[in-house]
């Protein structure tokens, strides 16, 4: 399959540690779309309304990445039901007429990824960290059927602004202390979603069940303390990387209109790890 030239993006700040060009660029090569290549801007908020706006018709999406997932949604002249649930965006994607669709393909990569590690419907689940990738785990979280979702982040006022995406979802939230961190990682679930080092410090206080599932959204250094003593503890681990490639899988066929080849996608993800 031969295309005209086309591109696509990773949008971040910062940028320099993305891995997406590897995956996106991978999955070009084995679909056969020559013409298609994928980079990675450095771009922050304020930035991100005049990029978009200067953007050619070659250009076919946008993979967003922090601190973009909210201000995404401003540029985009229309926003998919699970992205104005959640109120955050990870993927621009070009419609013919020239704008813009905002989707979050964090939400099912994380279904994706949660439902091969054994977690199912009535599960309890805990979030650490209540930012823009908190708000996909509670969409995640509800399209799972979990039976409890407890969201332990610093800032007490920051768990306040997830709960109309809750109520969104259509799922209860209890508030968790981070002081009680450790208290709250029994559950089924745990999501740590919180920047690099913030949950190092749970490690040695957590008692681990084998039973637990927890998913790391970092993927650099890997293993995390958190993910190192939970995998220690004989708990099922999904890294940050298992999300990466699921919600780019996604983008993926977004951009093109092609199904993803995974496995090519896969393997690239792995040599580079």
């Known amino acids: 399959m031969t295309e005209s030239a086309r591109r696509a993006a990773v949008l971040g700040k910062p940028i320099s540690h993305s891995l997406s060009p590897v995956i996106h660029n991978a999955g070009y090569v084995a679909a056969g779309l020559t013409g298609w290549s ?10 991100l309304p005049n990029l978009v706006v200067g953007l050619g018709a070659e250009w076919a999406g946008l993979s967003l990445t922090m601190p973009l997932k909210e201000v995404a949604l401003a540029v985009a002249g229309a926003v998919s039901p699970v992205a104005a649930a959640v109120g955050a965006a990870n993927t621009l994607v070009r419609r013919p007429d020239g ?88 559950a089924d679930v745990v999501i740590s979603t919180v920047p690099k080092g913030v949950a190092d410090p749970l490690a040695g206080q957590i008692t681990w069940a084998p039973s637990t599932v927890l998913f790391d959204a970092l993927y650099d250094p890997w293993p995390t303390p958190l993910a190192g003593a939970a995998e220690a503890a004989g708990c099922r681990i999904v890294s940050g990387l298992d999300l990466l490639l699921a919600q780019a899988v996604g983008q993926f066929e977004q951009f093109t209109g092609v199904p993803a080849p995974v496995a090519a996608m896969r393997a690239a993800l792995a040599a580079r790890r």
């Open 99 to 186: 704008s813009w669709y905002a989707d979050n393909t964090d939400v099912p990569g994380m279904v994706t990824v949660l439902r091969a590690a054994g977690v199912s419907a009535g599960a309890t689940v805990t979030v650490l960290g209540a930012g823009g990738t908190a708000r996909a785990a509670l969409a995640a979280a509800a399209q799972l059927d979990a039976k409890r979702v407890t969201v332990v982040a610093r800032r007490p006022e920051a768990v306040d602004e997830l709960l109309p995406v809750a109520r969104a979802l259509g799922i209860a939230l209890v508030p968790g202390a981070w002081a009680g961190a450790a208290e709250h990682a029994t």
């Open 38 to 47: 994928y980079t990675a801007i450095e771009c922050a908020e304020a930035e």
